[in-house]
């Protein structure tokens, strides 16, 4: 069946250094979206993206949609305290219900 | 402002009881879910409803069950709780039209089964 990885598991950075998570599904995704988790709250929705190569942008948030449709990143500029988190993506396919990879868990020394 | 409650935060059971989680939204989502989030596993389907009276097993079914009575609510049933289903039990919903709507996540169930 479709499956999502996301890599890496966990990610420790300093302070103002960047960030990176890569998400790839085995088969084309009509859309992917991002949610973060802060730790102890739950899944809130960042963005969606629906065309080949699009690339969003967000304050320091960088998100891309491979031209084939079935890789996508999140990348944060000069991380902050406040990104800590685990940053999951969801992949989504016509009639499916959308399956989310298993999170990539940024945590942020000062 | 959009919700979906989770009706209790933090549960402590017993082998072998019957434990209820309920979830309502307040968006007349058509679509409703229950994940369990495990450290490593990340968010694993359970059982997801796309109507009144409709459930859909997800990929991790086994030892529960659901019921969708009405339109806004969605109940997730552990008939004899084992000690391998504490967990955290996330409940969310979404709109029709297909994978491309938006998830709502309500703040989870803290279940612990002793």
């Known amino acids: 069946g479709q499956q999502v990885m996301q890599i890496p598991q966990y990610q420790h950075v300093q302070e103002g250094e960047d960030f990176t998570t890569y998400c790839n599904s085995s088969?084309?995704?009509?859309?992917i979206q991002w949610y973060k988790q802060r730790p102890g709250g739950h899944p809130v929705f960042l963005i969606q993206l629906v065309k080949s190569g699009e690339v969003k942008k967000q304050k320091r948030l960088t998100f891309q949609f491979g031209e084939a449709k079935k890789n996508s990143s999140l990348h944060i500029t000069a991380t902050q305290t406040t990104d800590v988190g685990t940053y999951f993506c969801?992949?989504?396919?016509?009639?499916?219900?959308?399956?989310f990879g298993k999170g990539t868990t940024l945590s942020v020394s000062s | 402002d959009v919700k979906v409650t989770q009706s209790s935060r933090y549960l402590v059971k017993r082998t072998g009881e019957k434990v209820f989680l309920e979830c309502v939204q307040d968006m007349d989502h058509e679509n409703m879910f229950w994940y369990r989030q495990d450290p490593g596993l990340g968010l694993r389907l359970i059982y997801f409803?796309?109507?009144?009276?409709?459930?859909e097993k997800g990929d991790i079914p086994e030892g529960y069950s659901v019921s969708r009575e009405k339109k806004e609510r969605f109940s997730l049933i552990l008939e004899s709780a084992s000690t391998n289903q504490t967990s955290m039990y996330l409940c969310a919903s979404t709109g029709t039209g297909g994978p491309g709507n938006t998830i709502y996540f309500g703040e989870g169930s803290w279940l612990t089964v002793v």
């Open positions: 088969t084309t995704l009509s859309n």
């Open positions: 969801a992949g989504g396919q016509a009639g499916t219900a959308l399956i």
């Open positions: 409803s796309y109507d009144v009276k409709m459930k």
